[in-house]
C-alpha cells in the first residue's frame, strides 16, 4: 500500500476513519448532554426537595431579651394587626366578644384536613398562615382550604426567623410562598405572620425593620393577643384555657396545624368553638376585622353568611406569577414522587454494593486458597508452541516494547503482528525491530483497515499452532507471561484463560487510579467470576483461547464494540470454560488524559451492554452452557450495569445529608463506606503483591473518577437506548511503558 503526500498549500481530503470519527463525535455530542442534564436535573430535584424539607415548627427564636427602643409606642401597645398607610404604621385590635381564629405552620396532610373538616361543621372562618415550602407539597390541601372560605397568609417559605436575614432572602421567602399560593389555588395574598412572632410587645429593634418594610410594599403583619400554647402539648383543657380571652374582649387567637403532634389540638378546638359561641362570641378572619373596624359595620365573611369566597386579603394570581407558581408545584410534585423513589434504589444499591464487597473477598480468598494449594495443577505441564497475535493500528511508539517483551519470552512462541492499514510505519518499525532483535519468528502481515477484530481474525487464520495468545499493541509482557497463560489448557474442557492485566504509567494521578481499578475491580471480580465459571470478559490485552474454539465460534465479531467480552460469552455458550491465570501478567498503556479515558470506557461500557444484548439468549441456554446466562449475565448486569448507574444516589444522598439532616452522621458513614472499599482493596494489592503506596490515592478516586466512571456508564445506557452506533476507537500511545524494572 503506498501513500500520498499533499502539495504544499492544498488540504488533504479526510480518510473514511476520519469521516467517520467525526460523525460519531457529531451524534455522540448530544447525548453526553442528555446524560450531563439527566444528572443535573437529578441534583436539581434532591436540593429542591432538601430545601422544601428544611425543618418547620420548631419553636426557638432565634434572638432572646433584645431592646424594643426604636419601635413605636402605638405599636408596642396596639392591637394585632398592624398596617401601614401613607408611610405611617397603625394597629388593629379585635372588636369584644369576636375571635379571629388563626393557624400557624401548616399545612399537614395529617392535621389540617381535620381541622378544616370541623371548622366546616362548626361553619366557622379561620386564617391559616401557610409555610410556602408546604404549600408546595401539598397544594390540594390549600386549594381547599381556600375554596372552603378560609383566609391564608405568608408564614415564609422555610419557616426562618427573618430577623437576621438580608433584604435578599426576606424577599425570597416571600415572593416564594407567594408563588406556591398562587400555584395551589390560584390567588396571592396580603397577610403575613412571622415565625416566632406573638403579640406585639415582643416586637424588637432587630424585628422592626423587617416589619416595616414589608408593611411599605402592602403586607399587613398579624400578631396574637391570646396563644393556646398548643405546641407545648399541655392537655386539651388547658390549650381551651390558653386560648379563650379574658372577659368579652375580642382576639387573635393562635393554634397550630402542623409543626408536631397536634393531636390534642384537633380534640380542644371542637371544644373550644363551642365555649366561645356558648359566651355569645362570634367568629370572622383577620380581614373580617380590619373591615370591620374600617367599615364600623358587619363585613362580609363576619358570620360566613353571603361572604365572598374570595377573602378581602386574597388577590387573583395572574399572569408570569400564575404560571410560575404552577411550575413550582409540579417541579415539587416531581421531586416529591422522586426522592422516595430514589431513597429505596439507594437501599437496594447500597445492599447490592455491600454484598459485591463479601461476595468478592469471600470468593477471592477461595480462589487463591484454591489455586496456591501445593498440590493444585491443571494437569501436565504445557510446552508445545503457541501463536502470540498483536493486532496494531499505529502504534509507532509501542510495538517496538511490545516485541521487545515477547522476545524474552521463556515458552516457545510464533509472533504474528497484524498491521491494520496504519499510516504510521508500524509494520515497517515492527520488522525493523525484529531484526534488530534477532527474532526470527516474527511474521507482520498488513491489511486494509477493517478494524480490530477483522485483524485479530486475519491473525487466527494465520497462525501455525493450536493456541493463539492475543494482546495488544501497547502491551508487555513479562518473560514467564506466556508460559503461565497457557498452562490452564492442560485441561481439555479449558477453552479460553484470562490473564492479570496492569497498568504501567501508574506514576500519574489518572494513572495511579486506574491501577487501583484494575487490581481491585478487574482482576479480583475476574477471580470471582473465574471460581462462579461465568467469567465475563478476557481482556483484550492478554488473553489465550483454543484457536478451534475460536474458530468454533466464527471467531471475533465485529457485532459490537467489545469483541473481548462477545467472544468469551459465546466460548461459555459453546460449552467451553474460561478461567482466569492471575500469575500472567501484562503491562498495559492505560489513557493517560480524561479525555481518553472517557473515550476508552464509553466503549468499553457501550460493547459489553451490546454483547449482553447479543448473547441473550444465554438466559434460556440448557446444560453447561447456560450456566453463563443462569449466573454470570445476572451478575453482569447487576453489578456492571444496573448497580454502577444507580451508585451516585450514594453520593447524592450523601452531599443532601450532609446539607439537610446531619453532617456528622453522613460523613460517618461515607466514611465507613469509603473504609470497606479500602480493606477490599488492601486485600487485592496483597494478593497482587502490589504496593500499599497508591491506596493513598483512593479517597480522590472515590470523589473525582469514580465520578467520571459513573458519567461514562450513564452516557452509554443513553447512547444504547437510543440505538447509537459507535467505532473502535484509537486512543493516543506514549510508548512509555517497557518491560518493568527487575523483571527478566
Not at 451524534?27 to 430535584?45: E, N, W, Y
Not at 398592624?82 to 394597629?91: D, E, L, N, P
Not at 396580603?190 to 415565625?195: D, E, G, I, N, Q
Not at 479517597?699 to 445506557?717: E, G, K, N, T
Request: glycine fraction near 10%; charged fraction near 20%; hydrophobic fraction near 40%.
Amino acid at each position: 500500500m503506498t501513500t500520498t503526500t499533499p502539495s504544499r498549500g492544498r488540504r488533504r481530503a479526510p480518510s473514511r476513519i476520519e469521516r467517520a470519527a467525526g460523525k460519531a463525535a457529531a451524534l455522540q455530542k448530544p447525548r453526553v448532554i442528555l446524560a450531563l442534564l439527566l444528572l443535573l436535573g437529578l441534583t436539581s430535584v434532591m436540593l429542591l426537595d432538601g430545601y422544601l424539607r428544611a425543618e418547620v415548627g420548631g419553636d426557638e427564636r432565634v434572638r432572646d431579651g433584645a431592646s424594643s427602643s426604636k419601635v413605636p409606642d402605638n405599636i408596642l401597645n396596639g392591637g394585632p394587626i398592624i398596617s401601614f398607610r401613607g408611610g405611617r404604621a397603625t394597629t388593629t385590635s379585635v372588636p369584644s366578644k369576636t375571635i379571629a381564629l388563626t393557624f400557624d405552620d401548616g399545612p399537614n396532610p395529617t392535621y389540617t384536613p381535620q381541622v378544616l373538616k370541623i371548622l366546616e361543621k362548626y361553619d366557622v372562618p379561620a386564617t391559616f398562615f401557610l409555610v410556602g415550602s408546604m404549600v408546595s407539597r401539598y397544594p390540594g390541601i390549600v386549594k381547599d382550604m381556600v375554596d372552603q372560605g378560609n383566609e391564608v397568609g405568608i408564614h415564609t417559605f422555610t419557616h426562618v426567623d427573618l430577623s437576621y436575614q438580608s433584604d435578599a432572602r426576606v424577599r425570597r421567602e416571600m415572593t416564594q410562598t407567594q408563588l406556591a399560593l398562587a400555584g395551589a389555588a390560584g390567588i396571592t395574598t396580603t397577610l403575613f405572620r412571622a415565625p416566632y412572632s406573638s403579640e406585639t410587645d415582643a416586637i424588637d429593634n432587630y424585628s422592626w425593620p423587617v416589619y416595616k418594610k414589608l408593611g411599605e410594599e402592602g403586607y399587613t403583619s398579624v400578631f396574637v393577643d391570646t396563644d393556646s400554647d398548643d405546641w407545648k402539648k399541655p392537655g386539651v383543657s388547658k390549650i381551651v384555657k390558653w386560648a379563650t380571652p379574658s372577659g368579652t374582649s375580642g382576639a387573635s387567637v393562635l393554634m397550630h396545624d402542623a409543626g408536631g403532634d397536634r393531636e390534642q389540638t384537633i380534640k380542644a378546638l371542637p371544644e373550644y368553638i363551642e365555649k366561645m359561641r356558648a359566651k355569645g362570641y362570634t367568629f370572622t378572619t383577620i380581614s373580617g376585622v380590619v373591615e370591620a373596624q374600617n367599615a364600623a359595620a358587619q363585613f362580609p365573611g363576619g358570620n360566613r353568611n353571603g361572604t365572598d369566597r374570595l377573602q378581602a386579603a386574597h388577590r387573583q394570581a395572574t399572569g408570569a406569577t400564575l404560571y410560575e407558581g404552577k411550575a413550582l408545584v409540579a417541579a415539587v410534585a416531581v421531586a416529591e414522587y422522586t426522592v422516595p423513589a430514589l431513597s429505596v434504589g439507594l437501599v437496594i444499591v447500597g445492599v447490592a454494593v455491600m454484598g459485591r464487597f463479601g461476595m468478592m473477598l469471600i470468593l477471592a480468598r477461595r480462589h487463591y486458597r484454591l489455586r496456591n494449594r501445593r498440590r493444585f495443577s491443571w494437569g501436565p505441564a504445557v510446552t508445545r508452541p503457541v501463536t502470540v497475535i498483536v493486532p496494531a493500528y499505529n502504534e509507532k511508539e509501542c510495538i517496538a516494547n511490545t516485541l521487545e517483551s515477547l522476545a524474552r519470552s521463556t515458552h516457545p512462541i510464533e509472533v504474528v503482528v497484524v498491521d491494520d492499514g496504519s499510516s504510521d510505519g508500524t509494520s515497517e518499525i515492527a520488522r525493523e525491530a525484529a531484526r534488530a532483535l534477532g527474532m526470527t519468528n516474527v511474521r507482520v502481515i498488513r491489511q486494509e483497515n477493517a478494524g480490530k477484530p477483522a485483524a485479530l481474525n486475519n491473525g487466527v487464520r494465520s497462525a501455525s499452532h493450536d493456541i493463539v495468545v492475543m494482546m495488544d499493541g501497547d502491551t508487555v509482557f513479562e518473560p514467564d507471561t506466556v508460559r503461565q497463560l497457557v498452562q490452564p489448557f492442560a485441561d481439555p474442557e479449558v477453552g479460553a484463560v484470562a490473564g492479570n492485566a496492569k497498568v504501567g504509567n501508574r506514576d500519574t494521578v489518572i494513572g495511579a487510579w486506574q491501577h487501583i481499578e484494575y487490581v481491585m475491580g478487574f482482576n479480583l471480580d475476574r477471580r470471582m467470576y473465574d471460581l462462579l465459571r461465568c467469567m465475563p470478559t478476557i481482556p483484550g490485552a492478554i488473553g489465550a483461547f483454543r484457536r478451534e474454539a475460536v474458530l468454533q465460534v466464527g471467531g471475533m465479531s465485529e457485532d459490537t464494540l467489545a469483541e473481548d467480552t462477545d467472544i468469551t460469552i459465546a466460548m461459555h455458550r459453546a460449552g467451553w470454560r474460561v478461567v482466569y491465570q492471575e500469575h500472567a501478567r501484562a503491562w498495559t498503556e492505560a489513557p493517560g488524559s480524561l479525555k481518553q479515558l472517557w473515550s476508552q470506557r464509553y466503549r468499553w461500557s457501550y460493547g459489553t451492554m451490546q454483547a449482553l444484548w447479543k448473547h441473550r439468549g444465554s438466559l434460556t441456554d440448557k446444560g453447561p452452557s447456560g450456566r453463563f446466562g443462569r449466573v454470570g449475565m445476572p451478575l453482569v448486569v447487576i453489578f456492571q450495569i444496573v448497580t454502577p448507574v444507580f451508585a451516585p444516589l450514594i453520593d447524592v444522598f450523601t452531599a443532601y445529608s450532609m446539607i439537610f439532616v446531619d453532617f456528622r452522621a453522613a460523613l460517618y458513614a461515607w466514611l465507613a463506606v469509603l473504609g470497606i472499599q479500602l480493606v477490599c482493596a488492601a486485600y487485592a494489592f496483597r494478593l497482587d503483591r502490589e504496593k500499599y503506596r497508591y491506596l493513598l490515592m483512593m479517597p480522590l478516586q472515590q470523589l473525582a473518577y469514580r465520578q467520571m466512571m459513573y458519567l461514562v456508564l450513564i452516557h452509554s445506557c443513553i447512547t444504547a437506548l437510543t440505538g447509537g452506533r459507535l467505532r473502535w476507537q484509537k486512543l493516543k500511545r506514549t510508548g512509555e511503558v517497557g518491560t518493568p524494572a527487575g523483571v527478566g
